[in-house]
């Protein structure tokens, strides 16, 4: 463990403000909506708040940081998050309809911003070379098996990808 074996230094350390540039790579402009709705959340349910926080903090301080180590504590910000929206959507009161395609469509603004930023346009066509492999195998008649050589399985389409079946090791 990092406090009795001090792994991070084998592993590579990190500043305290790693996460926090992490956040703001991954969620660019969309960072101060989902933090605001995160606080309005948190008004209604502040264990939520706490909880996050509970897991989230603690590894800012631990020098060897990974964003696994804090994924666990994001599911109650996503809770957070729906609760804000929830609240900010009752205090429209008539205009609710036309508030929500509103709000819908900032989120979806946001979203599509994100996906095509930097951190995460890589992600889109990253194995597209698996993906085409695995097709032209599957149209390949006397095909016996696939050998998965340097690849994880997950990075494969799979059995979709071949469209019928032929063994995958």
Not at 67 to 79: A, M, N, T
Not at 128 to 142: K, L, S, W
Not at 157 to 164: A, H, I, Q, V
Request: aromatic share 14%; charged share 15%.
């Amino acid at each position: 463990t990092e406090f009795t074996h001090h792994v991070s230094r084998f592993f590579g350390r990190e500043p305290v403000t790693f996460y926090v540039k992490q956040y703001v790579l991954m969620y660019g402009a969309a960072l101060p909506l989902i933090a605001f709705l995160i606080c309005v959340g948190a008004r209604k349910a502040p264990v939520l708040l706490l909880v996050a926080l509970t897991v989230i903090v603690p590894f800012h301080f631990i020098g060897h940081k990974e964003y696994r180590f804090v994924v666990s504590g994001l599911p109650p910000l996503v809770l957070l998050i729906a609760l804000g929206a929830s609240e900010i959507m009752k205090g429209l009161g008539t205009a609710t309809t036309r508030a929500a395609f509103g709000l819908a469509g900032g989120w979806l603004i946001a979203m599509i911003a994100v996906s095509l930023g930097d951190t995460y346009r890589p992600l889109w066509t990253r194995d597209r070379n698996h993906i085409v492999a695995f097709e032209e195998i599957g149209r390949q008649p006397d095909a016996c098996g696939v050998a998965l050589v340097g690849i994880y399985w997950w990075q494969t389409p799979g059995y979709s990808g071949l469209g019928r079946d032929i063994p995958i090791y």
